[in-house]
């Protein structure tokens, strides 16, 4: 069973500029989730989907990150204008509806100078 | 809201020895679920043991054990026999059982370093 896709692997970018962030869950899950690490933290959740609808979103920076999940399928997360504080892993998970296992990418690095 | 305290930031232990990593955390909810992740360099998130609350049986996986205190509000990790491939950063999550229009995204500790040392 192929694992939850992420790209790019690593981002850099300078401030000020835009950036998009690529998730392909595994297949059948309904429930997709974006997370935001900052070094020697834990994830963050920033939104959760199910299928295409927005469950939670009440941590995500809404003037500068959007998510969407088109088809309730691929998800991507953008950050528009990028911030210095933005540089993180931004990890992407998936489950099945309700307290099942969640699980993740490998995520992508991204370095904002 | 939840919060999840890991207070070892570091953790070395020899190649075959136990060691504990602690967990507390703090709800005002009485269904819920806790998790210990594995996160290796690689940076994907491998999930090692979960707990429901509703169950009073600490949960085992191989090596893997948990010691759930919900009066407590503390969940710890021990790892017995451990191996070189162990080494990695923990993380301790919580996830909500009650929240509204099934909002249920983890929300995690800071982490533990893992050394295991040959």
């Known amino acids: 069973e192929a694992g939850v896709a992420q790209s790019p692997r690593y981002k850099i970018i300078e401030k000020r500029q835009s950036v998009a962030f690529w998730c392909n869950p595994i297949s059948g899950h309904a429930t997709l989730y974006w997370y935001q690490q900052i070094l020697g933290q834990g994830p963050k959740l920033l939104i959760q989907?199910?299928?295409?609808?927005?469950?939670?979103d009440s941590q995500l920076p809404k003037d500068r990150f959007s998510a969407e999940r088109l088809k309730g399928v691929d998800s991507t997360l953008k950050i528009q204008p990028a911030k210095l504080e933005d540089s993180a892993v931004y990890l992407c998970a998936s489950s099945l509806v309700g307290p099942t296992e969640a699980f993740f990418g490998q995520g992508t690095r991204l370095t904002v100078v | 809201a939840q919060t999840v305290t890991q207070s070892q930031p570091e953790m070395s232990v020899q190649e075959a020895e136990t060691v504990t990593l602690s967990c507390t955390y703090d709800t005002s909810e009485s269904d819920y679920y806790l998790f210990w992740y594995k996160q290796p360099p690689s940076r994907q998130m491998i999930l090692v043991i979960r707990q429901e609350a509703y169950k009073q049986q600490n949960a085992t996986e191989n090596r893997f054990s948990v010691n759930f205190q919900k009066a407590a509000k503390s969940f710890s990790l021990k790892i017995s026999d451990s191996q070189l491939g162990d080494a990695a950063m923990y993380f301790c999550?919580?996830?909500?059982?009650?929240?509204?229009?099934?909002?249920?995204?983890?929300?995690f500790g800071k982490g533990t370093h893992l050394i295991i040392q040959p």
């Open positions: 999550a919580y996830r909500s059982a009650m929240a509204g229009g099934g909002a249920d995204g983890l929300t």
């Open positions: 989907f199910q299928n295409n609808g927005v469950v939670d």
